[in-house]
């Protein structure tokens, strides 16, 4: 069984750009949470996405987008990139919506200048 | 939204000494979880609360929730330097959608 994977590790892009972070699930997990991280802070609900739906949204603007594909992996995209965009983002698979553990991957480290 | 606080913000301790990390939520919630992160890593999963009155207990962490103060304890025993650490609580939504506390940075002094 692996675990949650998350790509790119790192990326710098500039202001006004757009950005997609990747995230694989834990093999059989079907719903998928995305977590933006600024530096000194606790991770931040963006949005969740169950069975390829949206199943629940953070107070995140709506340049910050996402998909969910068959195979339960997981797109977080980012239009027109603001200084403050810069953060770690952690995505968590569970085996379904109603599920209590979490597992997160290891983070996308996003730098905006 | 669901709000969590913790206190301290930081907390700098001595080698072998005790401490007790406090994490406040503003609605009802049955569960709780306590989560390690080293910098410039992803969350460790330390400790799940699910029912009032759970304790829990790892080593020299024990964690523990009270479900009618809406309050979570995480209890440093005999504190060592591997400790040092951030530590977060979150709180789980009927959408089992996380909330985060801002985070304990936990600095053990030899």
């Known amino acids: 069984e692996t675990g949650v994977t998350q790509s790119p590790t790192h990326l710098i892009k500039t202001r006004g750009q757009q950005v997609t972070l990747r995230c694989s699930s834990q093999s059989g997990h079907n719903t998928v949470s995305w977590y933006q991280q600024a530096l000194g802070q606790g991770p931040q609900f963006i949005f969740q996405?169950?069975?390829?739906?949206?199943?629940g949204r953070g107070n995140f603007p709506p340049r910050f987008s996402g998909l969910q594909f068959p195979n339960y992996s997981s797109e977080l995209n980012v239009n027109a990139l603001e200084l403050d965009d810069s953060a770690l983002y952690l995505c968590a698979s569970s085996l379904d919506a109603s599920n209590y553990e979490q597992y997160f991957g290891p983070g996308t480290r996003l730098t905006v200048t | 939204e669901l709000k969590v606080e913790q206190n301290p913000l930081f907390l700098s301790m001595q080698e072998g000494k005790n401490y007790t990390i406090y994490c406040n939520y503003s609605t009802t919630s049955d569960r709780l979880y306590w989560y390690r992160q080293d910098p410039g890593k992803s969350l460790e999963s330390l400790f799940v609360?699910?029912?009032?009155?759970a304790v829990k207990q790892e080593g020299r962490l024990m964690a523990s929730l009270d479900t009618k103060a809406r309050l979570s304890t995480l209890h440093i025993t005999a504190a060592v330097h591997d400790l040092s650490a951030t530590y977060f609580c979150?709180?789980?939504?009927?959408?089992?959608?996380?909330?985060f506390g801002t985070g304990t940075s936990l600095t053990v002094i030899p």
């Open positions: 609360l699910l029912s009032n009155g």
């Open positions: 979150a709180v789980a939504n009927t959408g089992n959608q996380f909330y």
């Open positions: 996405y169950y069975r390829e739906e949206e199943n």
